[in-house]
């Protein structure tokens, strides 16, 4: 998938079969409508097209008029969109900075500078509640006329539905809000994940009960792999069981903290931001302690342990850590049975056919 960020690029494509929007979290309502823009480009000869915007337009107008409640929570970031997208087959990707000048762009300006001068839009695939340009002054009737004006087809597709549940950006948010990450999954089609470059932090992880006892062995302390967000309101907040795809062939079981860490300063080298921790259950040996730093990594979030808590002291904070690893564990030994049982009957039924 080939990714621009602004219009003002050679190697856009000049013409294309089109969408729009925020497309946070890209869930299965979103996954429905790429197939059918898939499909349409496809039949037209044209390459299919996402049009995005960074920041979500929410997060512009809660910073401009210094509201943070209006920012909505962030299902995903920037990086995970656009593997998502290209996962789904899309071949370009436009991200348009949402600034004042598109803030302020009147619908008409809309269309004429950016769906037809800057993208060559052929076809254009909306959703129901599709709304454009300043103070939302557009709509698919005037979309439509445009079309049928300036010669590119607008279709509008209507909502997404999961036994009688719209999908949508908004019932992510609450399931992962409620630490329902089994009613996520099912929305989004996949396990919530997560992924970034480990970065560097305080390595306060490692030193925590270096001699204490956890899980019936030597610590060795809780080293963690930390990805670090840039203004970013999560979705989800707590401590989980996750897996950890991107340094070993299989994947690792481990316990994250995803939060701002109530327990330690808010003026450390995090600076209260939001920050993903995880910590490895069982670390591989060839990795080495600083295996982990610079790479990639996918960290699905399977089951909600608690919310985030304050400790009184580090340890307390030891102690909690301690024990939360003790409960992933035990999780992780009833999920993965789970799993060799499914895995089982599946197989049985594969040898009956």
């Known amino acids: 998938m080939k990714i621009f960020r602004g219009l003002q690029h050679p190697g856009v494509a000049a013409e294309c079969a089109l969408t729009i929007g925020n497309l946070d979290g890209v869930h299965r309502g979103h996954q429905a409508m790429l197939a059918l823009l898939a499909n349409e480009a496809r039949h037209r000869s044209l390459p299919s097209c996402v049009l995005t915007f960074e920041p979500h337009p929410r997060d512009y107008f809660a910073r401009r008029h210094q509201r943070p409640e209006l920012a909505p929570a962030r299902i995903g970031t920037l990086r995970d969109k656009l593997g998502e997208l290209a996962r789904c087959g899309v071949q370009q990707t436009v991200v348009l900075p949402f600034n004042e000048r598109l803030a302020s762009l009147p619908a008409q ?11 060559g839009a052929r076809y254009v695939l909306v959703g129901d509640d599709f709304r454009f340009g300043s103070q939302r002054q557009g709509d698919y009737a005037m979309l439509d006329a445009a079309g049928r004006q300036h010669g590119f087809d607008v279709a509008r597709m209507n909502s997404y539905e999961v036994h009688g549940q719209r999908v949508s950006s908004s019932a992510v948010r609450a399931a992962l809000a409620a630490g329902q990450m089994q009613e996520a999954a099912r929305l989004l089609g996949r396990p919530y994940c997560i992924s970034g470059h480990v970065v560097h932090g305080r390595k306060l992880g490692r030193e925590l009960g270096r001699s204490q006892q956890a899980g019936g062995s030597s610590s060795g302390g809780f080293p963690t792999l930390n990805l670090r967000f840039t203004h970013w309101k999560s979705a989800a907040s707590g401590i989980f069981a996750v897996l950890v795809h991107g340094l070993t062939p299989a994947p690792l079981s481990g316990v994250a903290n995803l939060g701002v860490r109530p327990s330690l300063d808010p003026s450390d080298v995090n600076g209260g931001r939001v920050l993903l921790e995880t910590h490895c259950l069982d670390w591989p040996a060839q990795l080495g302690s600083e295996g982990g730093y610079g790479k990639i990594i996918r960290v699905e979030l399977l089951h909600k342990l608690h919310d985030e808590r304050k400790y009184d002291s580090l340890a307390a904070l030891t102690a909690g850590i301690a024990r939360d690893c003790d ?11 789970d799993c060799a049982h499914a895995e089982t009957r599946r197989q ?3 040898d009956r056919i």
């Open 109 to 119: 300006g809309f269309i004429e500078q950016v769906l037809l001068a800057g993208l």
């Open 327 to 337: 409960e992933a564990r035990a999780w992780f030994a009833h999920w993965f049975a």
């Open 348 to 350: 049985t039924t594969r």
